[in-house]
């Protein structure tokens, strides 16, 4: 039987990244998955969407803008199966690239489903059946989420689907419903509406984004209602079922019983933990009511050698936050120096139109917390680079230490502000404060300056506005 230092389970984000940090510090490691190199982010989750929401934002500025730039034509085709093909490209030249990654650091890839046979043991068995067994000292699950959906709902990948069956599909649905209003609902929401599809978002919190600043939601709302995206927030749905042809869902809240109906629906709301069928509870290995595996800041579980990163660990799912896991994790297996990841202040991005990227607290939670707190604001309808681009909806918000100018969250929306985040995140990890950022001189004209002019805002003297 083969042994092993460090066996991962699962090669998304979380897992490569750290087989490729544990091979880098000279351990012996072997990287298992059931299906594919690159896990749900880089088959069929962030990378091909984003692509696809490219296709968007061309088809959005043509199908509705093209007047505003001189663009004209008679007949405007718009071939979704293209933006589809692009989308699969995408995705296999970044899955490829993590074959190359393992082969290059000398990990071991074992394809197949695992499962822990003893704490030190791992069955892995292939799609023909074959079953093996290898031995590692250090076992790390990373298998990922799956979508959550009541039971009730019978998702048959036509009329009801899930983010998976929207990726892949090459035809656009008539119409749609989309339950959920939080990143995924709303990057599908963009997609979609940019192509012409008539669709009503419903979300039973009170507000699109509900875990984003409240100002965030409310300059969402007002850009999707611009763009003819009806949003239902405030209502839970009560029953979703799929005819011949298409869906009906029934929702109450404020506005009472409503009744939709539409071509297909897309269920967005949340995801569950890949924990069931890997033997934890056989191992001792506690788990959150959730279904969450329980860790500790170095990504270890109750059993010493068993440890966890990533979605599993329902922390943050993102793909970023598995990654910074999965090194600390083979960090601290290896007994190497390594950091404690600070979970509140993980950047987090969604790349609807526009965009919205924050990390820290909300203005509210900030207040809630009884901290005393000073908030600068920019809009980019006075930044020069955003209005070249056409695109100036929505702002930059940095909420500080009153006394300080410690930063303590950010929230943004507008152009492009996902690229705008890791200045704003490194800021902070320094311990700059606002007083710092207004100093840092940004070129003219770049979208970045709205950061420079919310510090100045917070210090309470705003240049440009
Ligand atoms: C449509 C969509 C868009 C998204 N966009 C973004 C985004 O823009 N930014 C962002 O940060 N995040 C985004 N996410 C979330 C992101 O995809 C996840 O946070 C990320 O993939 C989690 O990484 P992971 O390594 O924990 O798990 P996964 O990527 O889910 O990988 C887990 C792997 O484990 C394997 N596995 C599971 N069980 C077993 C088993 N028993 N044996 C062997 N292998 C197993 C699976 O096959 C899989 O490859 C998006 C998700 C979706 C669905």
């Given at each position: 039987?083969?042994?092993?230092?460090?066996?991962?389970?699962?090669?998304?984000?979380?897992?490569?990244?750290?087989?490729?940090?544990?091979?880098?510090?000279?351990?012996?490691?072997?990287?298992?998955?059931?299906?594919?190199?690159?896990?749900?982010?880089?088959?069929?989750?962030?990378?091909?969407?984003?692509a696809?929401?490219r296709?968007?934002?061309?088809?959005?500025?043509?199908?509705?803008?093209?007047?505003?730039?001189?663009?004209?034509?008679?007949?405007?085709?718009?071939?979704?199966?293209?933006?589809?093909?692009?989308?699969?490209?995408?995705?296999d030249?970044?899955?490829?690239?993590?074959?190359?990654?393992?082969?290059?650091?000398?990990?071991?890839?074992?394809?197949?489903?695992?499962?822990?046979?003893?704490?030190?043991t791992?069955?892995?068995?292939?799609?023909?059946g074959?079953?093996i067994?290898?031995?590692?000292?250090?076992?790390?699950?990373?298998?990922?989420?799956?979508?959550?959906?009541?039971?009730?709902?019978?998702?048959?990948?036509?009329?009801?689907?899930?983010?998976?069956?929207?990726?892949?599909?090459?035809?656009?649905?008539?119409?749609?419903?989309?339950?959920?209003?939080?990143a995924?609902?709303?990057?599908?929401?963009?997609?979609?509406?940019?192509?012409?599809?008539?669709?009503?978002?419903?979300?039973m919190?009170?507000?699109?984004?509900?875990?984003?600043?409240?100002e965030?939601?409310?300059?969402?709302?007002?850009?999707f209602?611009?763009?003819?995206?009806?949003?239902?927030?405030?209502?839970?749905?009560?029953?979703?079922?799929?005819?011949?042809?298409?869906?009906?869902?029934?929702?109450?809240?404020?506005?009472?019983?409503v009744?939709?109906?539409?071509?297909?629906?897309?269920?967005?709301?949340?995801?569950?933990?890949?924990?069931?069928?890997?033997?934890?509870?056989?191992?001792?290995?506690?788990?959150?009511?959730?279904?969450?595996?329980?860790?500790?800041?170095?990504?270890?579980?109750?059993?010493?050698?068993?440890?966890?990163?990533?979605?599993?660990?329902?922390?943050?799912m993102?793909?970023?936050?598995?990654?910074?896991?999965?090194?600390?994790?083979?960090?601290?297996?290896?007994?190497?120096?390594?950091?404690?990841?600070?979970?509140?202040?993980m950047p987090?991005?969604?790349?609807?139109?526009?965009?919205?990227a924050?990390?820290?607290?909300?203005?509210n939670?900030?207040?809630?917390?009884?901290?005393?707190?000073?908030?600068?604001?920019?809009?980019?309808?006075?930044?020069?680079?955003?209005?070249?681009?056409?695109?100036?909806?929505?702002?930059?918000?940095?909420?500080?230490?009153?006394?300080?100018?410690?930063?303590?969250?950010?929230?943004?929306?507008?152009?492009?502000?996902?690229?705008?985040?890791?200045?704003?995140?490194?800021?902070?990890?320094?311990?700059?404060?606002?007083?710092?950022?207004?100093?840092?001189?940004?070129?003219?004209?770049?979208?970045?300056?709205?950061?420079?002019?919310?510090?100045?805002?917070a210090?309470?003297?705003?240049?440009?506005?």
């Open positions: 039987m083969e042994n092993y230092d460090v066996v991962i389970i699962g090669a998304g984000p979380a897992g490569y990244v750290c087989a490729v940090r544990s091979a880098q510090l000279g351990l012996k490691t072997a990287i298992i998955d059931k299906q594919w190199l690159g896990g749900v982010c880089l088959n069929v989750g962030c990378v091909p969407s984003k696809l929401l296709n968007a934002e061309i088809a959005h500025i043509l199908r509705e803008r093209g007047r505003e730039f001189g663009f004209s034509f008679d007949n405007l085709t718009l071939d979704y199966e293209v933006a589809v093909k692009r989308s699969r490209q995408a995705s030249r970044l899955t490829k690239g993590v074959g190359f990654l393992m082969k290059k650091n000398n990990v071991a890839v074992l394809m197949g489903s695992a499962k822990f046979a003893a704490r030190d791992i069955s892995i068995t292939d799609t023909d074959k079953t067994e290898i031995k590692s000292k250090n076992i790390i699950i990373a298998t990922g989420a799956q979508t959550m959906v009541p039971p009730a709902w019978k998702v048959d990948g036509k009329h009801i689907i899930t983010y998976l069956e929207a990726i892949l599909q090459t035809k656009l649905p008539e119409s749609a419903i989309i339950i959920g209003a939080g995924i609902g709303v990057e599908f929401a963009t997609i979609w509406n940019s192509y012409g599809v008539p669709m009503t978002i419903v979300e919190l009170p507000r699109l984004l509900p875990l984003e600043d409240d965030v939601s409310t300059e969402l709302a007002r850009a209602a611009k763009r003819k995206i009806t949003t239902l927030v405030g209502h839970k749905v009560d029953s979703l079922e799929a005819s011949e042809t298409g869906v009906t869902l029934q929702a109450s809240g404020d506005k009472g019983v009744s939709l109906k539409a071509a297909q629906a897309l269920v967005a709301i949340g995801f569950r933990p890949n924990s069931h069928e890997l033997g934890l509870v056989e191992q001792g290995v506690k788990l959150t009511d959730k279904g969450a595996i329980e860790i500790d800041e170095r990504m270890s579980t109750n059993i010493p050698g068993t440890w966890a990163i990533g979605d599993v660990t329902g922390k943050l993102l793909a970023h936050v598995g990654s910074a896991q999965g090194i600390v994790c083979a960090e601290n297996i290896a007994g190497v120096e390594t950091v404690q990841l600070n979970y509140e202040m987090r991005a969604t790349y609807c139109q526009p965009q919205v924050s990390f820290g607290l909300t203005e939670q900030a207040k809630e917390r009884g901290m005393e707190i000073k908030v600068g604001k920019f809009p980019f309808q006075a930044n020069g680079k955003a209005l070249g681009l056409g695109d100036y909806a929505g702002w930059v918000k940095i909420i500080a230490d009153a006394k300080y100018g410690e930063i303590l969250g950010a929230h943004m929306i507008g152009p492009e502000v996902t690229e705008l985040l890791p200045e704003l995140t490194s800021a902070q990890m320094m311990e700059l404060t606002t007083s710092e950022i207004a100093r840092n001189v940004h070129a003219h004209p770049t979208l970045s300056e709205a950061l420079m002019e919310a510090a100045h805002a210090e309470g003297h705003s240049i440009n506005i």
